[in-house]
């Protein structure tokens, strides 16, 4: 009914990943402050980097730009640097090896909604519409895991590396 006479996006093929997704209750107007430190999670692949960039504010985080299709990290580099010229510099903040995926989905879900309600994560849909649109229609493959076939992986993948560094799942 969503989708056929309301016209909203909804995925209708498998049981979507993001179950605590609600482009409504996750909407933010929040844009980042000239100077203020950038959070950016990024999937690095062959000529389709993917960042999602953000803002913390009080234990909070907030989606407030999207990076897609850019070629490799200089270039993802000078996208950031264009945008957001006021800010000096980068650091790294890395893991070896990424964690498990069910981890990085589970922290992503409970920082859209934890069991109380609460929410430490938000989109500003007008700014990021891939992100709000992948959280909402990533679907799980046959074998359980999220699909990478349906073209929400790499921006829903950049934004649960910076969330799974920010609120894990302890």
């Known amino acids: 009914l969503q989708a056929y006479l ?7 093929t498998a049981g ?3 179950t605590n997704y609600d ?17 950016i999670g990024m999937d690095f692949n ?8 953000h803002v913390m504010r009080s234990g909070i985080a907030y989606a407030v730009d999207e990076i897609i299709g850019a070629a490799d990290t200089p270039a993802v580099i000078n996208i950031i640097k264009s945008r957001y010229p006021k800010n000096a510099g980068f650091s790294i903040n890395a893991p070896r090896k990424n964690g498990r995926i069910r981890d990085r989905v589970a922290s992503v879900n409970k920082a859209l ?6 929410r430490s994560y938000y989109v500003n849909v007008e700014k990021c519409p891939n992100i709000a649109l992948g959280l909402e229609q ?21 934004v649960g590396y910076f969330i799974v560094r920010q609120f894990p799942i302890t």
């Open 16 to 18: 979507v990943v993001y």
């Open 113 to 118: 909604c934890d069991p109380q309600g609460n």
């Open 46 to 53: 062959v000529n389709n980097m993917a960042a999602g960039i």
């Open 23 to 39: 482009r409504n209750l996750c909407n933010t107007d929040a844009v980042a402050k000239g100077g203020e430190p950038l959070h």
């Open 138 to 158: 990533q679907a799980y493959d046959k074998n359980g895991g999220p699909d990478k076939t349906g073209g929400f992986d790499h921006l829903n993948d950049a």
């Open 6 to 12: 309301e016209g909203e996006f909804v995925n209708l």
